[in-house]
């Protein structure tokens, strides 16, 4: 039977970050969650962090936060909060990344096992990255990641590289899951997080005026937190070699890890390295409106990924959604 509002769904979402913490998988839950309860579906969303439980705002979904750090103490409460509220599915985002790179996430679908009346898993993976244990533990990490998709009843995976990486199709990585035994997948193509949607008197002339931006030059825009695979800094490194009337204006917010954080580190001394201080801005996190704005007013969009574009990228749909012509890398398999 197809659910429908007779027939409403009852779902717990747990992801490792929710706005207002920013990071791409976040913003896919809350509008997740905000389209399921549009459709007269229950939606609840289980993540971390100080905030406290709290009853949902209208058209929000009421928030448990119960797992402080996403270690392995955090499992139990997560588990007493699942019990507690009953949900026949309980949906994890999953990117390590989201939960401190912490391999606990990955075997709550074998504990909800364990429950006498227990409810559905379903895992959408918005990457393969493996989570971090220990130096040298390739395997373990790959074992550990293994756990959580065959603890599952389903897997999504939002692009069709993914799909064949879990059916043991691709190239070796040491840092991404290939599965040896395959694990079947079903690919649910993620959209834009930001909408064409700039706050109420947007002008574009105005905006890069007021950023700074003369006439005659161009903006490149580049959107999202800094991480290694986004190439940031080698982007920073073209932006040098270019001609003079490009500046590069960077919407994303300050990463919470360590490793992206020291990546982050690098970029800037990069910038001041090269004195480009005059051709490269960096706003720090924006509402969506904002970022809306920031794209609207850029003449292209430049996402150098180091591992290729690919349409689980939510920076590149949301450029795509704003007409912005895309300068990026080859994708790892046809983009359709």
């Excluded at 204006?249 to 001041?272: K, S």
Aim: proline letters at 10%; hydrophobic letters at 40%.
């Amino acid at each position: 039977m197809t659910p429908s509002a007779n027939h409403p769904l009852d779902v717990l979402l747990v992801s490792g970050e929710y706005p207002p913490d920013p990071g791409g998988v976040g913003d896919y839950t809350r509008l997740l969650a905000r389209e399921m309860i549009a459709r007269g579906h229950h939606c609840g969303l289980l993540t971390g962090g100080p905030r406290a439980a709290h009853p949902s705002l209208p058209g929000e979904p009421p928030i448990i936060a119960v797992a402080r750090d996403w270690s392995w103490r955090s499992l139990d409460p997560i588990i007493a909060a699942i019990r507690e509220h009953n949900p026949g599915i309980v949906h994890i985002q999953y990117q390590t990344g989201a939960y401190g790179m912490r391999p606990a996430i990955n075997f709550l679908p074998a504990r909800l096992r364990r429950l006498d009346s227990r409810p559905r898993v379903v895992v959408t993976a918005h990457d393969l990255r493996l989570p971090y244990l220990l130096p040298k533990a390739g395997a373990l990490r790959r074992w550990v990641t293994r756990r959580l998709f065959e603890d599952a009843d389903a897997v999504i995976v939002t692009n069709a590289e993914d799909q064949l990486r879990l059916a043991g199709q691709g190239p070796p990585d040491r840092d991404h899951f290939l599965a040896r035994r395959g694990i079947a997948a079903h690919v649910i193509p993620i959209g834009s997080n930001i909408m064409p949607a700039p706050p109420d008197g947007f002008q574009r002339d105005r905006w890069r005026a007021v950023n700074g931006v003369r006439e005659g030059e161009v903006v490149a825009a580049f959107f999202g937190l800094p991480t290694p695979t986004k190439g940031l800094r080698e982007l920073v490194q073209a932006i040098a070699r270019l001609p003079a009337n490009l500046r590069l204006h960077i919407a994303g917010g300050e990463p919470q890890q360590p490793r992206e954080q020291e990546y982050t580190a690098h970029v800037r001394a990069a910038i001041a390295e090269l004195k480009l201080e005059h051709r490269v801005s960096w706003s720090g996190y924006l509402d969506p409106p904002a970022v809306s704005a920031h794209l609207l007013a850029s003449d292209i969009g430049v996402l150098p990924f180091l591992d290729g574009a690919s349409y689980r990228r939510g920076s590149l749909l949301a450029m795509l959604a704003h007409r912005l012509p895309v300068v990026t890398t080859r994708p790892p398999a046809p983009l359709i």
